[in-house]
């Protein structure tokens, strides 16, 4: 177009306009000519080109009239356009709040969202972090504590200036804000997280203990999976839970994955998780199955199906996140939530089914459209199965008391769709239209008497904007027979209000809808639902006591067990081959999970958890679920903890016992197996271990010069731990793993405490990933540098270190904070050479 117009520009200013090419370049001698003259024209568009965009930023640029808008520009904006008048108009409609607060409440949102961020309180670690670092900047005013949170558990930036900027504003945190949460990210301390996005677990949190099982139906981006794994495995804990996330969509599903591994949380917190890929109205009811012993013999044993709590954070129109994403303002219209209402009903209504009797269903949304929010809890209520649930009365509890305010919820809204004024739509809907509206189309259309157009508009309480002028207008239907007869689209029966003596029943007014302007957050909707263990469901759980079976009918039990499992595996297998994920979790090959437990020297128990993960790594189950199968017919992404990954043998260990166990730890790996390991376990010398951690801090402990780098091509060695260097007790432990078979391989190396009775064998209390071999111990390149450092700063934790490595002498013992002791290290015969390097003085280690 710009040199079509260039053309004509220069014909009228009397210059030779060239003419169309029909031949190649040269036959006719022009080929020179016509190279100029596009040469010409490509200059003079690039001129005219840059002139246009001198003048479009010289001046606000007008979507309307700007005569530079391309039509397919023109046709977005008159699309989406209308969103604010739309916006406004619906809401008020709704009455939600007071009308006099729709003012603040649109104010508020005009504004840009504070950055929030939480603290994992359960850590061991958070105190020391919340004093050294947070505290000074609260201090200078930096930060301030969210007042409805825990205590010290969510934190929000403090800066007046972005207070006051207009929503969409990208804020920026202090250098000195930044730091701290950066260093608390690293850790697995804390979490950057909208406040808003805390509430559905801070409703769940009471209601959840330790060792439970929760699902997270709709869980990317994964801020409220790692709140749920702190509540049901905190560190440190008498149980370990499981924590099911969900998501339909594979690259979702990545974003989840990226985001736990980003945030560092500790082993004991990622053993319980697993990542599944599945639609949310067809996640599968788990079936587990709990064993309880009396001695070595199983007693009884209890089925349960369903989860101890499902939170359904499900897909909305997103309109409360107008402060985050004001682009959202400008196409919204009505229609985005009417078109998701049918898919968060099927997810609400088969997370309810997924809920054990005495359990919990949180249901929440970031829109505040009653479409979305009362109007689904109310067809899961009125759905099948719905007379075993009952709202809760305020949700939120205790956090009500610190200044969180919530509006209840409402029994009675009103649905519409948006239309195109002269449309065939808008024709359908006249029938519903108010009379002012009638009025107006007749008026535009000419139909209209003299004394329609003279009098006043009757404009009910939809007067509020006119769309006299406007394209677009908001049609209100009363029933759902109405919404059909006017062809709106995706309209369903459980959009409108159920009847009001339904409604009182439901106590609609329990659910918590959160608006901006009452808290400075985003807008929010919260439903708490719990399954009454009253319930007749006779197939949630089932006790059967093993001593009280005849042998007739323990064997029929056992072959009903095997049928059901192999249904099972099967359905497991076919979701995995429906689902677009590249390498799901799934069995080990037959005979490798026997001859890996074996080598590890571990029992039947933890056996049963190892399967094969990506790229052929290991992972081991979460103990609450060891049976993955038991899970249903869903695609597993992840499951637990990777703890083996496979290690390219070279040709020499090719042909030694490390060729049996072509594995190597994984760090999470070795801190999980070993104290449930028998074999290839060696215990080490703390300073033993304080060495060839700072060592890797630094990538000192790698052949240098003329040697290539381990990391670099795999073909450098990494350089050992001499048995001339090693302290006593790691001596004669590494002699012990040696004399297993020459090329010992993969090894866990470990600390060892004794506990209070000393006739009690040792425990483990520290674990990391190594190598043994015939010329002494190593740390394998699965712990790279800064993995190393977190290690030597839990080292310090657990043994107590406090000398540098390069003066550390054996013979030292050293004591944990809690005055448990560690095994001590005799003195070596020898100057260890690797010690004797230059080591850093500033990993952790003084």
């Excluded at 479409?371 to 509890?397: C, I, Q, T, Y």
């Excluded at 006779?538 to 249904?567: H, I």
């Excluded at 197996?673 to 010398?685: F, G, I, N, Q, S």
């Excluded at 090894?747 to 015939?774: M, Q, T």
Aim: aromatic share 4%; proline share 7%; hydrophobic share 40%.
């Amino acid at each position: 177009r710009d040199a079509r117009r260039v053309a004509v520009s220069a014909g009228s200013s009397g210059m030779k306009r060239s003419r169309p090419e029909k031949s190649r370049a040269g036959v006719d001698g022009s080929g020179s000519k016509r190279r100029h003259g596009e040469a010409s024209v490509a200059a003079a568009a690039k001129s005219d080109r840059r002139r246009r965009e001198k003048q479009s930023s010289s001046a606000p640029r007008n979507a309307l009239r700007s005569a530079q808008l391309e039509k397919r520009e023109l046709l977005l904006f008159r699309k989406f356009g209308h969103g604010p008048r739309l916006f406004a108009r619906y809401y008020r409609a709704q009455r939600l709040a007071p009308p006099r607060e729709f003012a603040e409440t649109r104010a508020a949102f005009a504004t840009s969202l504070p950055i929030t961020f939480r603290v994992h309180v359960s850590r061991p670690d958070a105190r020391e972090f919340a004093a050294r670092l947070l505290a000074p900047l609260h201090e200078k005013g930096l930060i301030a504590p969210i007042p409805w949170m825990p205590p010290g558990e969510g934190w929000r930036a403090v800066d007046a200036v972005a207070d006051a900027k207009q929503a969409g504003h990208h804020r920026k945190l202090h250098p000195d804000v930044a730091d701290a949460v950066a260093l608390g990210v690293g850790a697995g301390v804390c979490a950057r997280q909208e406040a808003v996005s805390m509430l559905p677990v801070l409703a769940l949190s009471p209601r959840l203990r330790a060792g439970d099982r929760v699902l997270d139906v709709c869980a990317a981006p994964g801020n409220k999976t790692m709140q749920l794994l702190e509540r049901v495995s905190p560190p440190g804990g008498p149980e370990q839970g499981l924590v099911v996330a969900n998501d339909g969509n594979p690259r979702r599903v990545d974003t989840l994955l990226e985001a736990v591994a980003r945030h560092s949380r500790a082993a004991n917190e990622t053993a319980s998780l697993v990542v599944t890929c599945a639609m949310g109205q067809d996640v599968p009811v788990p079936w587990f199955k709990e064993r309880n012993k009396d001695g070595e013999n199983v007693v009884s044993f209890a089925v349960t199906r369903g989860y101890d709590a499902v939170l359904a954070d499900v897909p909305c129109s997103g309109d409360g996140t107008l402060r985050k994403d004001p682009d959202v303002l400008k196409r919204w219209h009505p229609g985005l939530g009417n078109a998701l209402h049918a898919t968060q009903v099927a997810v609400a209504r088969n997370a309810a089914a997924l809920v054990r009797p005495g359990g919990f269903l949180l249901y929440s949304t970031c829109s505040l459209n009653p479409v979305e929010d009362e109007a689904v809890v109310a067809a899961v209520l009125l759905g099948p199965g719905g007379e075993r649930f009952e709202l809760v009365r305020d949700p939120l509890g205790s956090n009500t008391g610190r200044g969180l305010k919530h509006r209840p919820g409402v029994a009675d809204w009103r649905v519409g769709e948006h239309v195109a004024l002269g449309s065939e739509a808008a024709a359908r809907s006249l029938p519903f239209a108010t009379p002012s509206e009638r009025e107006r189309a007749d008026e535009r259309n000419g139909e209209g008497s003299d004394d329609s157009r003279d009098k006043g508009d009757d404009k009910g309480d939809d007067s509020d904007d006119s769309d006299s002028e406007e394209d677009v207008t908001l049609r209100w239907y009363a029933t759902h027979e109405d919404a059909i007869a006017a062809g709106m689209p995706c309209a369903a029966p459980t959009m409108w209000p159920p009847p009001r003596a339904k409604t009182k029943n439901l106590r609609l007014e329990r659910c918590a809808r959160f608006l901006p302007h009452d808290q400075d957050t985003g807008g929010f909707f919260v439903a708490l639902l719990r399954h009454r263990e009253d319930a007749e469901d006779g197939d949630a759980a089932e006790n059967v006591r093993s001593d009280e079976e005849d042998e007739d009918r323990q064997q029929s039990r056992r072959r009903l067990e095997k049928t059901e499992r192999t249904a099972r595996m099967r359905a497991s297998a076919a979701a995995r081959a429906v689902a677009d994920l590249p390498d799901p979790v799934r069995l080990l090959p037959p005979g490798e999970a026997a001859a890996i437990a074996a080598k590890l020297g571990v029992g039947r128990s933890t056996r049963a958890r190892l399967w094969l993960g990506a790229k052929g790594a290991v992972t081991l189950s979460p103990a609450a679920a060891p049976d993955l199968a038991d899970l249903g017919g869903v695609a597993i992404a992840a499951a637990g903890v990777v703890a083996l990954r496979p290690r390219a043998l070279t040709k020499d260990e090719g042909e030694t016992a490390a060729a049996g166990f072509p594995y190597d730890f994984t760090v999470d790996g070795a801190e999980v197996l070993a104290p449930r390991m028998r074999a290839r376990r060696v215990r080490v010398a703390p300073t033993d271990l304080q060495a060839m951690l700072a060592a890797r801090a630094r990538g000192v402990d790698v052949e240098e010069e003329d040697q290539t780098t381990f990391f670099s091509t795999g073909k450098g060695e990494i350089l050992r731990l001499t048995p001339e260097e090693m302290a006593e007790v790691t001596r004669e432990s590494w002699r012990r793993a040696e004399a297993s078979g020459p090329g010992t391989g993969a090894v866990a190396l470990v600390l060892l405490r004794r506990g209070d009775d000393k006739a009690a064998p040792a425990s483990v209390a520290f674990a990391v990933p190594g190598r043994c071999d015939e010329n002494g111990l190593s740390v394998p390149p699965e712990v790279d540098a800064e993995s190393a450092r977190s290690l030597l700063q839990r080292l310090r934790e657990v043994a107590g270190a406090s000398r540098r490595a390069t003066t550390m002498s054996h013979g030292r013992s050293g004591r944990t904070r809690g005055g448990d002791s560690i095994t001590s290290a005799s003195p070596a015969s020898h100057a260890p050479n690797l010690m004797a390097r230059q080591l850093p003085s500033s990993d952790g280690v003084s």
